[in-house]
Structures are given as C-alpha cells and as structure tokens.
C-alpha cells in the first residue's frame, strides 16, 4: 500500500486487505499546505473480465475537509461506498482549496493504491 500525493496532499488506504467484518475502509489523508482542502470521492471497482476500472459508487462531495497542515484518519462505510461486495477498489479523489465558493479552485486528482475487500 503505497501513499500517493498531488499538491501537496497524500492519501493512503491504511492497509491492503478488509474483510466486510471491519464494516469499512480506513483511510488516511494529510494536507501538507498552509490551507485548507475539501475533496470529491468516487469509488471504483475492478472488473476482472473485462479487465478495467468500473464506477461503483458515483463522484460525490466528502464529508468535511481538511485542515492546513493537518491529518485525517476516516472510515469509508461499507454498507454505503461498497455495497458490490468482494473484489479489488481504489477510491478517486479530486481536491479543491477550501473558498467561499466550494469546488471552484481544483488542485488536482488522484486515486488511491489498490486494496481488496474480502
């Protein structure tokens, strides 16, 4: 599991495998800058036999955003983000610098290392 970053901001699965006892996915995400960041996430599955990317859970705003110079540790439910069940994800991510108008000044976009859900 590797931590993969864009302007500044580094996002990370806390580990390779979940079981859907754990009831989610812990992530970890910290902004390095000196302000604040909001993100949009997207859910992607792997389709093993058409051997590509699918959408399991459509772009939408995260909860909250992250503080300058700060950590974040949250749980991604699974009875929400990860309802197709088993199989291979990686969670999509657009940032955007917090303003009085959200999602207006995009910093960047990234999707997570991969981890399985068993």
């Known amino acids: 599991m590797a931590s993969k970053n ?3 901001i580094y996002v990370n699965p806390a580990k390779d495998n979940f079981t859907k006892l754990e009831g989610g996915v812990t992530i970890v995400t910290e ?11 997207r859910i992607e599955k792997y389709n093993t036999a058409k051997k590509s990317w ?8 995260a909860e909250g955003g992250l503080s300058a110079k700060s950590r974040d ?14 199989g291979k994800y990686r969670v999509y991510y657009e940032f955007y610098k917090i303003t009085a ?10 999707t997570t290392s991969e981890f399985n859900i068993k």
């Open 73 to 86: 540790v949250s749980t991604l439910l699974s009875s929400y983000f990860f309802k197709q069940g088993a």
């Open 31 to 41: 902004n390095k800058n000196a302000f604040g960041v909001e993100s949009k996430i």
């Open 6 to 8: 864009v302007s500044n």
């Open 101 to 110: 108008k959200p999602f207006t000044t995009r910093l960047g976009a990234l």
């Open 54 to 61: 699918e959408v399991s859970c459509a772009l939408q705003a």
